[in-house]
């Protein structure tokens, strides 16, 4: 499903572009997001991935030794989330404190608050019904001689293309249709 971006105001990319377009609908204030930081790994595997880690760095700091899981700018903002002391020696970390950190490993959640505003969209939903459109020409079936091309047509598509091939394709048959009628 693509990427995603942590940004200094929220969470953005190609993953979070595709979901807005279809959490769009839906009341965003009752939708929490979840990130797996470690799709690969199971909880099992990752627990025994963690305590290799940190038997191997057994005297480091927690904020020194999870350099091999997680970005670097990442590590403070997940050590505050997991509320465990980032100056503590990993070696004294409890089992229920490593549970914690692969529990948010697997499972980092973050409540929603609001989509960006339309100014920052890449594509809009909504639009001229397709119903009313034909087709074969572009032409309006409800006012003669108007013709729909691209963003103004209540057709929208996942980044990548497709909505500027929307638009080149119905932009070049509503124009010929609109120059061959005249
Ligand atoms: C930052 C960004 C990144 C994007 N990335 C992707 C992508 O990766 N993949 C993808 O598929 N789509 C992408 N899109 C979406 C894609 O660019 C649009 O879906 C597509 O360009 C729509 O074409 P359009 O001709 O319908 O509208 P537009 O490209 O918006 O063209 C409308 C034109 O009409 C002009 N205009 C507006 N009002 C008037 C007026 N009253 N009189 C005369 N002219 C007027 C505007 O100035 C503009 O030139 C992206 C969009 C943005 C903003």
Known sequence: MGELLFTH?????????????????????????????????????????????????????LKNSLDALLPKKLIPYFITRSEIEPEKPVNQLTKEERARLVSLLKHLDFKLISLEEIDKAIITSGGVDVKNIDSRTMESKIIPDLFFAGEMIDVDAYTGGYNMQIAMSTGFLAGTSAKNKN
């Not at 959490?23 to 909880?43: H, M, R, S």
């Open 9 to 61: 105001v929220g969470l953005s990319g190609p993953l979070v572009l595709k979901a807005s377009s279809i959490i769009n609908f839906e009341d965003i204030a009752k939708l929490d997001a979840y990130i797996d930081l470690k799709p690969g790994l199971t909880v099992d595997a990752l627990d025994r991935r963690v305590l290799k880690d940190f038997n191997r760095n057994s005297n480091k700091l």
